[in-house]
């Protein structure tokens, strides 16, 4: 521990039912300066998720039983602060089609095994840090037709009652808010993601659009603009 350790370690779940990774996952991430608790499965997971805090969750996708997917989808219909957890999914050999329903169903980005521990701590390190990070300026609320984005609280509403975000889309949205009515490339919008191709910011518009749209598929306030990326563009 150094002097510039933080008075309150990050306290991170890790879910899997590999034994040996795990175990190995809890050693390595505790040497690397976080409080790390462990659970086997998707049910003592749960128990873990409703008695404690975490600031972030690393969840394996194949698991017996209840599977990483489902596991996330539930935290995501959770309310307040568990609802919005960050979440890192370790997908087996990086199947496409589990880091795309993972991103989906609102997982913050994805890993696929076998991976490098120091990889591990550099993407949750990334996470975190978008998770935390406070919009320049302070701009004030935001109004998108019948929604409202306070990018200072990170917050979004719908005829005044909250609408659940994921921090990758509170993300995101922050990052579009601090220039609105201006397009934003999508080569800054991917340099903390882990798909260069830019396919998890996609996703994560897409189902922005779902929440903010009256027609996601003519959307009005969160645009594309052709060869560029995504511009904000509030009343």
């Known amino acids: 521990m150094t002097d510039q350790a ?4 990050r306290h991170l779940l ?3 039912d590999d034994d040996r990774i795990r175990e190995l996952l809890k050693t390595f991430l505790t040497r690397s300066g976080f409080r790390v608790t462990a659970a086997p499965g998707a049910a003592p997971a749960r128990r873990l998720l409703e008695a404690l805090d975490f600031d972030l969750a690393v969840l ?8 990483g997917l489902s596991l996330v989808a539930w935290l995501r219909g959770q309310g307040g602060r568990s609802g919005r957890l960050p979440v890192l999914m370790l997908t087996a050999r990086g199947e496409p089609g589990d880091r795309i329903e993972g991103l989906r169903r609102g997982a913050d980005d994805y890993l696929a095994k076998p991976f490098e521990p120091e990889e591990l701590v550099l993407r949750i390190e990334a996470i ?6 406070d919009p320049a300026g302070g701009a004030a609320g935001l109004n998108l ?4 984005f306070d990018p200072g609280r ?9 609408v659940r975000l994921t921090e990758a889309e509170v993300s995101l949205l922050r990052r579009l808010a601090r220039s609105p009515h201006e397009p934003v490339d999508r080569r800054d919008l991917v340099q903390d993601d882990v798909d260069p191709g830019g396919r998890a910011i996609d996703i994560q518009v897409t189902r922005l659009r779902r929440k903010i749209e009256a027609d996601p598929r003519s959307p009005r306030y969160l645009q594309t603009v052709r060869g560029i990326g995504y511009m904000l563009a509030p009343d």
């Open 6 to 9: 933080p008075s309150r370690l």
């Open 14 to 16: 890790v879910v899997d």
């Open 60 to 67: 394996d996708v194949m698991m017996p039983g209840e599977d």
């Open 128 to 133: 975190l840090r978008r998770a935390s990070e």
């Open 145 to 148: 037709g019948p929604c409202v």
């Open 154 to 162: 990170g917050e979004l509403t719908r005829d005044g009652r909250a």
